[in-house]
T-cell receptor, first 117, second 114 residues
C-alpha cells in the first residue's frame, strides 16, 4: 500500500523557472516530512524537512509548503538551475521523541527533474 | 571515513546464489537502516538497528533476507538463494539520533540476479 503519493513522475523546467513537486499522504500519524535529492549512482541526500506545526519552511531556493488538513505537502525550487537536475523524493515518518525510538521513512516514488540550460 | 561506505558497489549473482552486502556507517552513529530501491522507485524500508539490536525487521520481504550488526558498527545484509526479483539497489543509511529524520545514505550496492 503506497502511503505517500508523489507527482509528477517527471518534470522539465527552464533555467530560472520554478519547479513544483507535490506529495500526498494517508497516514495521519506522520509528523515529519523530509525531501531527499538523489543524483544518479548516489544515495539520497536530505534537502529540507518540515514538521506539521508550521505551514511553510524556506531554505535558500527551496521551500516546503505543508497543508495538514489536505494531507499534502510540496517542494518548490525557485530559480531552478541545471545543477538541480536530479530525482527528488518526498518522505514521511513518525517520531517518538519520548522513547527515542526511530521510525522508518516512507518514501514517495520520486520525481525526475530536468532543468534545461 | 566521512560518509557511509557500502561494498560491493556492484554485484552480479546467479539465481540461487547467496550474497552478502556490507555497510560501514558514519563513526558514532547508533542507528542504521537498510532500504531496497527498485529501478525508478523510491527506497523501501527493510530493517533497522539501534547499536547491535535489530529493533525492526518488518520490511524484510522474506526469510531469505537476514541482517546483522554484531558489534554495533558494521552491518551485513545477507540474501540467501537469490531470485530475480531481488535485483535492486540496496541502500544503507545511518543516523546519530534515535529518530530517522536526518539519514545519511551510502551510495548503495546494486545487485543484479541473472
Amino acid at each position: 500500500q503506497q502511503q505517500v503519493k508523489q507527482s509528477p513522475q517527471s518534470l522539465i523546467v527552464q533555467k530560472g523557472g520554478i519547479s513544483i513537486i507535490n506529495c500526498a499522504y494517508e497516514n495521519t500519524a506522520f509528523d515529519y516530512f523530509p525531501w531527499y535529492q538523489q543524483f544518479p549512482g548516489k544515495g539520497p541526500a536530505l534537502l529540507i524537512a518540515i514538521r506539521p506545526d508550521v505551514s511553510e519552511k524556506k531554505e535558500g531556493r527551496f521551500t516546503i509548503s505543508f497543508n495538514k488538513s489536505a494531507k499534502q505537502f510540496s517542494l518548490h525550487i525557485m530559480d531552478s538551475q541545471p545543477g538541480d537536475s536530479a530525482t527528488y523524493f518526498c518522505a514521511a515518518s513518525t517520531i517518538d521523541f519520548s522513547s527515542g525510538s526511530a521510525r522508518q521513512l516512507t518514501f514517495g516514488s520520486g520525481t525526475q527533474l530536468t532543468v534545461l540550460p | 571515513g566521512a560518509g557511509v561506505s557500502q561494498s560491493p558497489r556492484y554485484k552480479v549473482a546467479k539465481r540461487g546464489q547467496d550474497v552478502a552486502l556490507r555497510c560501514d556507517p558514519i563513526s558514532g552513529h547508533v542507528s542504521l537502516f537498510w532500504y531496497q530501491q527498485a529501478l525508478g522507485q523510491g527506497p523501501e524500508f527493510l530493517t533497522y538497528f539501534q547499536n547491535e539490536a535489530q529493533l525492526d525487521k518488518s520490511g524484510l520481504p522474506s526469510d531469505r533476507f537476514f541482517a546483522e550488526r554484531p558489534e554495533g558498527s558494521v552491518s551485513t545484509l545477507k540474501i540467501q538463494r537469490t531470485q530475480q526479483e531481488d535485483s535492486a539497489v540496496y541502500l544503507c543509511a545511518s543516523s546519530s539520533t534515535g529518530w530517522s529524520g536526518e539519514l545519511f545514505f551510502g551510495e548503495g550496492s546494486r545487485l543484479t540476479v541473472l
